[in-house]
């Protein structure tokens, strides 16, 4: 079955420090992965994607990502974290065959940012 | 170029009660997605709309509908609201080109169900 999964339902991090968000899926498919960040009481925005292509791609916010096919991870980077990422973030795959109403999202993980 | 609204931002309703959710998409996007978010089961879907029709459905019961207009504005209705509807329910806007996948999310309407 399709899944995401984000190992950290929670992570702290101190100000300046580096951030690194995991995620795993498991999709039969060549997957579209997708990064969104979600503030409190706000909607989703995306962070970065991933379709085809260097595996390493940027993303706003100072955000990158890296596709390990061999891993089935997506996982996120940040190399110094400001107080403004505290926010959920979450992981979301989908496929070529499929629009995105079918794009599967993680649990999220929940960020803090200790200033 | 305006994002996507969603009115109303927050709603308190009673159990039993109906209501109804409204969505402008981004100018151009004819794809509408809803999604309920909840604290327990995360980000779930509910149904996606194109071109006035329904696309897609998740697995959510026959309360929870939706439509769409001819310029791709978008209804959500739950009707007899139950106390585990309280949510943010969330609506996203996409080009509908299926070699697009990125959508937009609004900022949600609130639900509680009291």
């Known amino acids: ?115 | 170029k305006a994002g996507v609204t969603q009115t109303p931002r927050y709603l308190i309703k009673t159990r039993g009660q109906q209501v109804t959710l409204s969505c402008s998409p981004i100018s151009g996007h004819r794809s509408v997605s809803w999604y309920q978010q909840t604290p327990g089961q995360g980000l779930q879907f509910l149904f996606e709309y194109f071109s006035e029709t329904q696309r897609n459905k998740g697995n959510f019961p026959g309360r929870f509908s939706g439509r769409q207009f001819s310029n791709s504005r978008s209804e959500m209705n739950v009707s007899t609201l139950e106390l585990g509807d309280s949510a943010l329910y969330l609506c996203a806007s996409s080009p509908g080109d299926r070699r697009n996948t990125e959508a937009f999310f609004g900022q949600g309407t609130r639900l509680t169900v009291v």
């Open chain 1, 1 to 115: 079955a399709q899944s995401v999964t984000q190992p950290d339902i929670h992570i702290t991090v101190s100000e300046g420090a580096s951030l690194e968000l995991r995620c795993n899926y498991s999709y039969g498919a060549t997957p579209y992965l997708f990064w969104y960040v979600q503030s409190p009481g706000q909607g989703l925005q995306l962070l970065l994607k991933y379709f085809s292509g260097d595996t390493l791609v940027q993303g706003i916010k100072g955000f990158e990502a890296e596709f390990k096919r061999s891993q089935s991870s997506f996982n996120l980077r940040k190399p110094s974290v400001h107080w403004s990422d505290a926010a959920e973030y979450f992981c979301a795959v989908g496929t070529l065959k499929t629009s995105y109403d079918k794009v599967i999202f993680g649990p999220g993980t929940s960020l803090s940012v200790i200033p």
